[in-house]
Every structure is written in structure tokens, then in C-alpha cells.
């Protein structure tokens, strides 16, 4: 899957979580979701559970860690898939 | 030091038989019951098929929940008391923004919170998959959930707390919240219970077998406080709550006032002289009563209209008789007196304060309620009391002080003297 089409789907899922709204309409790799999606700390756990049933892979606690923006997000999931 | 006088300036309720205020007063005049059949109850073989379920819809989940807060959300009681408790503070016409009310703070009692929730957390848990908890599963279980989503809610900055005294739940949190007002401590406090609804809350007690079997098929006839034939309390849920706020703060900002709290009193029996976990010590409840009376300063006298826990047992005779004695009241010169579990059933925790707002209501509006389900008093009540004391049709009447009192497992008792408000 290419990392386009992961970052679409990822867009999805990361919604409804979102509290800064004009920073989530320009998403992009470089976008944090603490700093710049304004997600509340305790919801990125719900984050990683919803991109484990979306994409069916399991991501344990070392990728978990590293998922706080879009790029290393993106670059776990590419990684699970592979 | 001058205690400062509290009035109630707000209310909100979800019941089994009307949610919001203004459709409660009309179910309570109506004499409208909230027990319905549940088939899940007799799937599981609970014996007792019944209870009192509040019927939330979409629509009020929108309005008071946003799309993330009910995701994943099974904790109903934080759904009743998080609905109840935004009512009344719109009913109080407090502002509902970013600010910070260090003013305002929250008593929020239940007994358990998130049952549902939590039963889906032990299945993961012990499908050794913890890990996909989620993260709503602590703020829907812990026992201060409710009030923890209140205070943020509504950005309430003075105490934020939840009470937990089983059955009196209601009634203590309103006097741990009057109290703080009294002492100059806060300006307002949101103070009330919820109660969760189903299977994995009332199944203890269907165990216990102290829940009526025999209605399944006449759910609403179920509920008998002080009748001959009672057979037990019906199980129940939903919340109640208020607005305290002291009366300088209420007229500052030119709201409605419901009525004053005059005063009121919280005890134990110790669980000795015949009180034990799950009966109450008479002497404390007696001693509850009276103490509430004199920190109220009237004279038993004066109380117009009783709000009895009476849970439809065989508890409800001593309980009358106990009233009998701590007011020095009996036969024609007792108080009228009613109990809204014949309407909707024992909610548990949520119980004191869904009363407490239909006793207000009543000393507000002048009305009072019907006890329904009572057509043969129980002879041991009728000893002590005279039958037109216990109205089975709605009474239109001008009512000036309300005693309500709450008692629970643990043998605590609560009582309250509320006045209808007089400038």
C-alpha cells in the first residue's frame, strides 16, 4: 500500500479524536498529533487500536511509542503490511 | 460564625418514568409508573423480571454528549447523572463556556459505575488481551467518573467529588454539598447520584431475594411501599440533581429559587441494636430524624409532607413507626407522607436524589404526589398512622416543610428539611 493511501485512511481514523480542526484539514506527514492535532495524550491508545482493526496488523509497545505523528505512523503501518 | 442560608436554584433527572423536569412533575402527578418486563432478566433466570430503565434517546445523548465521549460509552449511570447534572445547570441558568468557576464545585455519589463497561473489560482481560482496553475503561469505572465528567463538563474549580453510602447516596451528597455552601466554602454546588441499570447491578440483590418475583407479568403493579401485600423493591435506575447555591449568590444573579434547604442530619446505626448490614438500627434512625430537625430549627410540628425511603418491605412499618417517634406525631396528627418507589422502583444509589428532586418539585408546585400500588395499607402502618395520611390520589396542596430521609446497607441514614422559600 502506498503511503498516500495510508495517510488517507489514517486521516479517517485520527477525526474523530481531533481538537484543532483547521490543522487536521491540512494534514500532512510532518503533522504531530498532540502538538498540532490537539489529541487529547490518553485517546493516541484509541488511535493505534483503531489502525490495528482498520489495516487487521498488531502493533506492539515499541511501535506504539514511536507513533505520536503522521510520518512514523505511516511508517509502522508500511512496516506491518510488509 | 454566621452560617449562610441554601437554596436550590436548578434541577435535572433522568427516571425510569419521565426525563427532565418538567415531563417528571407531570408522571409524578400522573402517578405514572416506570417498571417495565425486561426480557434479558428472564433470559439470564433472574427470578425478579422487572426494573426501572430510563429511556435515553439518541437525540439526548447528542445534547450532552459529544461524538468521542460516546464512543465506547456502556457506563450508564454516568450517562443518567452526566444528562441530569447539564440540565440542571442550564435550569440554574449557569454559563456553560471556557471559563473557570472556582466557586462551583461537584458531589456526585453512586454506588458502582460502569458495570457494563466493566464486564467488557474483564472478558479482555481475561482473553490476555489488555492491551486492547482502550482508554475510556478507568474514566467509565472509577466510582468518581461521574464527577469527574461533570466538574469538566462544566468547569466547576471548587470540590469535585463522588459520595458512596449505598441507598442514601443521594440524600448525603446533597448535605455534604449544603454543608460547604453553609461554611463559605463554595458559592454553588451540582450535587446529586447516579445509578447504572441492568443484570450485572440488580443480580446481587436478586440473590439476595429481596425483589418481588411474582409481577413479571404486572410489572407496574409491582412497586408496593407500605402495602399489605408488598413483596419486596423493585429494582431501578437513573439520577437526580440540583443546584445549591447559597442565597447571596442566588439573588446576585436574580435566578429562580425552588426552595431553601433549612438543615439536616447523616448517621449510622453501627450495625448494632438490631441493625446489622442490611437492616437499620431504629434508635440512629430516630436520632437521624431528630438531629436533622433541630439543626434545622422547626419544631416536627411543622412538617407538612414526609418523603419516606419506604422500598416496599417489611422494613417500611418500622420505618413509619420510627417517624412516629421522632416526631411525636401519630394517627390523624401525623404528616402526609408518600414514597416515589411506587412509581419507579428503588434506583439504588441514584434513589435519595431522583426523590429529593421530586420533593422539591411538590413544595414548589404545591402538589403532592400519589402513593399508587397501595389499595390495602399494611396493618402495622395503620397502627401508628391514620390512612388519609397516605394520599393515593395527587393532592393539589400548599406544602411549607418537607422532611425526606434516605437509609442504606451499612446501616447509614440521611435526612433533610427542605422549605418551600419564603424572601
Known sequence: MTSEAIQARLKTIVQPYVNHHENFENLSLESDFIADLEINSANLVDVVLDVEDEFDIRIENEDMEKMTNVKATVEVIQKKLS | MNKKRVVITGMGVVAPNAIGISKFEKALQAGKSGIQFHNDLKELNFSCQIGGIPEVSQELLDLNFTALEQKGLLATGLIYGGIAGQEAWEDAKLAKNDKLDIDTGVVFGTGILGVDKLREAFHKIDDKNVRRLGSTSVLQTMASGISAFLGGK????????????????????????????????????????????????????????????QYNDNPEMASKPMSADAAGFVPSSGAGALILESLESAQERGVKIYAEVL???????????????????????????????????????????????????????????????????????FPYINSLKSHIGHALAAAGSIELVSSVLELNSGFIY??????????????????????????????NILA???????DVNACVILNSYHK
Open chain 2, 370 to 399: 400519589p402513593n399508587i400500588n397501595c389499595e390495602h395499607i399494611h396493618p402495622h402502618i395503620l397502627n401508628k398512622i391514620d390512612a388519609t395520611k397516605i394520599p393515593r390520589r395527587s393532592m393539589d396542596k400548599n406544602i
Open chain 2, 154 to 213: 462544566l468547569g466547576c474549580g471548587n470540590q469535585v467529588t463522588s459520595n458512596s453510602s449505598a441507598c442514601s447516596t443521594g440524600t448525603e451528597a446533597l448535605l455534604i454539598g449544603f454543608e460547604r455552601i453553609q461554611h463559605g466554602k463554595a458559592k454553588r454546588m451540582l450535587v446529586g447520584s447516579c445509578s447504572d441499570s441492568g443484570p450485572y447491578v440488580w443480580g446481587g440483590f436478586d440473590a439476595l431475594r429481596i425483589l418481588p418475583y
Open chain 2, 263 to 333: 438543615g439536616g442530619h447523616i448517621n449510622s446505626g453501627g450495625q448494632r441494636q438490631g441493625g446489622s448490614m442490611t437492616a437499620p438500627n431504629s434508635t440512629a434512625v430516630v436520632d437521624c430524624i431528630s438531629k436533622a430537625i433541630l439543626d434545622a430549627q422547626i419544631h416536627p410540628n411543622q412538617i407538612d409532607l414526609i418523603n419516606g425511603h419506604l422500598t416496599a418491605t417489611a422494613m417500611d412499618a418500622t420505618e413509619i413507626e420510627n417517624w412516629t417517634i421522632a416526631l411525636g406525631r401519630s394517627g390523624k396528627d
Open chain 2, 404 to 410: 425526606k430521609a434516605s437509609f442504606g446497607f451499612g
